[in-house]
């Protein structure tokens, strides 16, 4: 992929270039990531799933953004470079805020460490009982810092979002952030799908808050089937845990370098990003 424009930032996944007049653009590769290291095999239309996903969730979440006098970041996603077409969106530029805004609906991951020794997540108490896989009574805000490429996101409780983002703008975002979660777990389960957590980033824009980045994609959210889904055990996945899963099974220590993942595990993979995005819009990806 060449862009002739100038390259702003290279993420763990994507590139943003200079668009010139306040506007960007986004670039989704086919990497993938995990443990916070880029790992050396793509995922062959991975970049295209993301994209195409992300502008079809950004117009299903437009009402619940109006409803809170905030907007997204799209500007377009057919113009842009035809060397790009496809896995690229036109993006106004924001004044991101340091945050990323957390929200779950169930018990997985990091949140099931940190339940299991302390009760809570951050200063969200929970109740007793859970386990992997449970369904939250109702979803809660978890926050986390914004971390560089190879650095480690770490959950930051409430306070601290008021300290860097002030009382007001930490409340908006809180209550935000839980709608946008509210709406997306309700067009995922009619889809079949259980959101099981998901973050959001939000940017500035004249005062206002956006949301951009990528919204509801298999890189940033955990998605599950719901028919199989059973609390108590790691839950089947439409998502990039499949990979995770597996580095962890082939004893990788997490220093060296990560190893190249095999042919069928890169095909499996492949195949629930796509099946994602095929069942929440209903339309084939092609």
Do not use: N
Not at 240 to 269: C, I, M
């Amino acid at each position: 992929m060449t862009v002739d424009l100038p390259l702003v930032a290279r993420g763990k996944v994507r590139e943003v270039y200079d668009a010139g007049s306040d506007r960007l653009l986004l670039v989704a590769s086919d990497r993938i990531s995990a443990y916070d290291v880029v790992l050396p095999t793509p995922i062959p239309d991975k970049g295209r799933v993301l994209t195409r996903l992300s502008v079809w969730w950004f117009e299903q979440l437009t009402p619940v953004l109006s409803s809170f006098g905030a907007t997204h970041h799209l500007v377009s996603a057919t113009d842009v470079p035809a060397a790009v077409a496809g896995r690229a969106m036109l993006v106004r530029r924001l004044e991101m805020l340091p945050v990323e805004c957390v929200a779950r609906g169930y018990l997985s991951g990091g949140g099931t460490k940190e339940y299991e020794r302390t009760g809570s997540i951050r200063d969200v108490v929970l109740p007793a009982g859970l386990v992997e896989g449970s369904q939250l009574p109702t979803p809660v805000f978890t926050p986390s810092t914004k971390a560089e490429i190879g650095e480690h996101d770490e959950p930051i409780d409430f306070p601290r979002v008021v300290s860097l983002v002030g009382a007001e703008r930490a409340e908006e975002l809180r209550e935000l952030t839980l709608a946008l979660y509210r709406r997306g777990a309700e067009i995922a389960r009619d889809a079949g799908i259980v959101l099981a957590d998901t973050k959001f980033e939000f940017g500035l824009s004249g005062g206002g808050l956006v949301l951009g980045d990528e919204v509801l994609t298999p890189d940033s959210s955990r998605f599950w089937p719901a028919d199989t889904w059973a609390p108590g055990s790691v839950q089947p996945s439409y998502d990039k845990q499949f990979v995770r899963d597996w580095l962890t099974s082939s004893g990788w220590d997490r220093v060296s370098a990560p190893p190249e993942l095999p042919a069928d595990v890169v095909a499996a993979t492949r195949e629930r990003y796509v099946t994602a995005y095929e069942r929440l819009t209903g339309t084939p990806f092609a």
